[in-house]
């Protein structure tokens, strides 16, 4: 998990969900140059297959915010480079624990109320943008409600969740 955590630290800035938590999807936080460097990575680490499994992660998240996408690689990685689409959706909302591991509720309602005045104050959702060039870059090409993946087999349909 470490050399994992220091790809996304080398690509993104950081490593911990919580850093980004609350801001939403935004390409300030996560954009299509640092999905490809990433996946150019977790190839390089992990093999072609845990690449492909990269792919359709980041093909299958509905919202991509930082914190979101984080959660999920490490859960792909948790599973062992092995994309579960029904997996139930997460939020890009943390509470994180102090230094005794309590939750710190304060900053946990800090994270939130700054989503919400986003939302309020028309945050737009950057998902398609960041994700965007990085999918086309892999054969995966956005319409609508779901992904088109064309291969070997002919059209595979991936769809949001």
């Known amino acids: 998990m470490e050399k994992l955590k220091a790809i996304t630290r080398k690509h993104m800035g950081g490593s911990d969900p919580g850093c980004f938590s609350g801001r939403g999807p ?24 845990a690449g492909k499994a990269f792919v ?15 959660n999920e690689l490490y859960c792909l990685y948790g599973f062992k480079w092995v994309f579960k689409e029904d ?6 909302v943390i509470v994180p624990k102090n230094e005794n591991g309590e939750y710190d509720i304060r900053t946990g309602m800090d994270n939130m109320m700054e ?21 086309q870059e892999n054969g995966v090409s956005q319409h609508g409600d779901y992904i088109e993946e064309w291969g070997p087999d002919g059209v595979t349909r991936v769809r949001y969740y």
């Open 56 to 70: 359709e992660m980041v093909a299958a998240i509905k919202v991509l915010s930082a914190t979101h996408f984080l």
């Open 115 to 135: 989503r919400l005045m986003n939302i309020e104050h028309g945050q737009t959702d950057d998902t398609q943008r960041i994700r965007g060039q990085f999918l």
């Open 26 to 49: 935004t390409i300030v936080d996560l954009n299509s140059d640092m999905l490809s460097n990433i996946h150019k990575d977790i190839i390089k680490e992990y093999g072609k297959n």
């Open 87 to 92: 997996r139930p959706v997460e939020s890009d």
